[in-house]
């Protein structure tokens, strides 16, 4: 997935600490995160795990995004990763999904959207 942005090494440094993910690449403009970092012969048999491109353009984000990410917490709550996301600079924001919800709508620090879904932590 391409994500078009200002600060493609800030945006990807958050969406790391977000999901856990590394830099796999990066080049002028150009920065790609990825859960693992690929070997040729994972290339070569077409065993790649979705990444992230960010990618420098020179406009800001206008609209709603109509592709975003939903996030799973499966190490604690929904409120705890809210607050963790808070912390990593995202921002709680309202697309009109309306106060009966049960997940959050945030942006990272360029505006764009994502959700915050229910834990899949192991209930006791």
Known sequence: MAVDCHDPERLAAFWCEVLDFKV????????????????????????????????????????KNRLHLDISPF?????DEVTRLLGLGATKTDVGQGSDRNWVVMADPEG?????????????
């Open 24 to 63: 796999i690449d990066r080049s002028e403009g150009k920065v790609e995160i990825g859960s693992w970092v690929p070997t040729v012969e994972d290339v070569r048999a077409r065993q790649m795990s979705p990444t992230l491109l960010f990618i420098q353009v020179p406009e800001g984000k206008t609209v």
């Open 75 to 79: 190490d604690g709550s929904a409120e």
């Open 112 to 124: 764009n959207e994502f959700d915050v879904l229910r834990s899949l932590a192991p209930q006791n």
